[in-house]
């Protein structure tokens, strides 16, 4: 299906255009994005009609949240909810567009006058240096990675996009000393094709796997996406770019010549100057930033022209200069995007020296390998560590996470299908791929794509437990075989200060049994807290 463009530009001019306009909101949501277009239309004196196919009950939350505001015109606001109505989208001056909604073939966009989204807009006014972010995984980590470290080195940094906050919430604070962060998701970026807004000073693309191919039915459709990342860029802006291989040669349908992995590919396309990133020592003729092992730990490097490294290493006569050193946050592909976020800092003015001691400090973020609850069995004392990965939704990310410690894990996983080859986790969990550790116990979670993992378990020889139709029965049967007399035989014996990991990483969504993986994420926490 060919890419939908939108024309160049904005459909208002000036926010004080916004004034008296009427605006209909398509799609409310829970996440904040919507919510956060309702109060900036009416902030700036629009009419504002919101329209979702949720009904009230289902939104409660967010219209309380909204109808509890004195500070907004609430008769300026009216709900259409358990619908769309045709007129709500002739009549108005301007639709703004949830990304989770296909424009193609959709009536009611096609109905509209102009179409924006939060992304857009905020784009369109803010004057703000733009940090850019997209990917399949680790996006999140790296955008908070970034931001924190700005933040932490004395910047007014803001971060927004498909981490839940949008960026209209502060686009008013923002102005050309202001670094923003961005994460875009695919239909993010899609949602911007042709309208000149993005031009990011850094862009970052991590780690391409297969995502959202229920959506769009092949990889090189997704990866059309991706690629408006860097589309605006000039010369004067960092295209930062994975140089590991990958499944590019594979997965692509018509791979490009010379190009040996998606990074390459990404190379070849951007106007960007381009920077590498990689878990091993970068040729000598590549730039960008890479990891090496040390004496203590996997340290990494930033080794760039000359014009771009500092003028401590110029004074020093150094060729590279340490941005990572130890840190807080599990999992090598977490030192890959803690590396990215070295890389922006350095780039960004921040001292090696200084970038390293702050993302040393960085804890991480919710939902992403979040260690959340600590749990002493009454039976024999072993101690228990509980992490959540709930925003681990494709196979190779619960695959990761399963790596992610020095040893072997009891994971959680499983979820719906969203069309993805569940073959890389079952290949990961039988060490089929050369994995460090097989899963101590596998817990499985109901879904659809739960019954596409299950064969390949079977094919592989590994054992689980489940499928579950709740995580509060996962739990409780987690709990009895953990106080269960077997317990040392399944677990090993009890060793006192040595935790055992329990990860909750889906690998998939789980949309027909909650809200989304935020609200997945919070659910286990809970009933985690509750149980153990």
């Not at 992995?261 to 100057?273: I, L, P, V």
């Amino acid at each position: 299906m060919t890419p939908h463009v939108y024309p160049e530009g904005c459909a208002f001019k000036t926010l004080d255009d916004i004034r008296g306009r009427k605006i209909t909101v398509m799609g409310l949501g829970l996440n904040g994005g919507g919510e956060a277009c309702v109060r900036f239309f009416l902030r700036h004196g629009a009419y504002v009609t919101v329209t979702d196919m949720k009904t009230a009950e289902q939104l409660a939350s967010t219209i309380n949240s909204i109808g509890m505001d004195s500070s907004l015109d609430l008769s300026h606001l009216r709900y259409v909810l358990g619908e769309h109505r045709i007129e709500d989208f002739e009549n108005a001056d301007c639709v703004i567009k949830n990304p989770g909604i296909k424009i193609q073939g959709n009536k009611f966009l096609a109905a509209a006058k102009a179409i924006e989204t939060d992304i857009s807009i905020f784009l369109h006014f803010t004057k703000a240096p733009i940090i850019a972010v997209t990917g399949s995984k680790g996006k999140s980590s790296t955008v908070s990675s970034i931001s924190y470290g700005l933040n932490q080195a004395g910047f007014k940094c803001f971060l927004g996009g498909n981490i839940t906050v949008s960026p209209l919430t502060f686009l008013s604070k923002t102005d050309g000393t202001t670094p923003v962060v961005l994460e875009l998701s695919s239909w993010q970026l899609a949602d911007l094709r042709g309208r000149k807004a993005l031009k990011p000073k850094i862009a970052i693309i991590t780690k391409i796997v297969p995502d959202h191919q229920n959506w769009y039915g092949d990889m090189d459709s997704y990866v059309e996406d991706k690629k408006l990342i860097y589309a605006d860029q000039d010369e004067k802006d960092f295209t930062i770019l994975d140089f590991d291989d990958d499944d590019y040669l594979r997965d692509c349908a018509n791979p490009k010549s010379g190009c040996r992995c998606w990074g390459d590919f990404f190379a070849s396309e951007t106007k960007g100057r381009v920077l590498r990133y990689s878990k091993n020592e970068l040729p000598a003729d590549v730039a960008g930033a890479f990891q090496r092992n040390t004496q203590n730990a996997t340290a990494g490097f930033v080794r760039l022209p000359s014009d771009l490294m500092s003028s401590h290493a110029k004074s020093k006569g150094l060729k590279e200069e340490q941005v990572m050193g130890n840190l807080q946050v599990p999992g090598s592909h977490m030192k890959t995007n803690v590396l990215n976020a070295g890389l922006a800092l350095y780039l960004m003015g921040v001292a090696a020296e200084q970038a390293k001691n702050i993302l040393g400090e960085w804890k991480g973020i919710t939902h992403r390998l979040e260690k959340f609850h600590e749990w002493e069995n009454p039976v024999d004392g072993r101690e228990l560590a509980f992490f959540n990965d709930s925003c681990a939704t494709v196979p190779e990310a619960a695959a990761a996470a399963s790596q992610s410690f020095d040893k072997p894990v009891i994971l959680i996983t499983g979820g719906t299908d969203k069309g993805l080859d569940f073959i890389p986790l079952a290949k990961c969990l039988s060490r089929e791929d050369g994995s460090r550790y097989k899963p101590v116990e596998l817990y499985l979670l109901a879904g659809t794509g739960t019954d596409k993992l299950i064969p390949l378990l079977k094919e592989y020889n590994i054992k689980y437990q489940g499928p579950f139709d709740s995580l509060s029965l996962l739990l409780g049967i987690l709990k009895t075989n953990l106080i269960s007399k077997d317990a040392n035989r399944v677990y090993g014996i009890t060793i006192a200060g040595d935790k055992l990991p329990v990860v909750f990483s889906p690998g998939a969504t789980s949309f027909g049994m909650f809200a989304n993986e935020f609200d997945r994420g919070n659910k286990f926490k809970s009933l985690v807290k509750e149980i153990f």
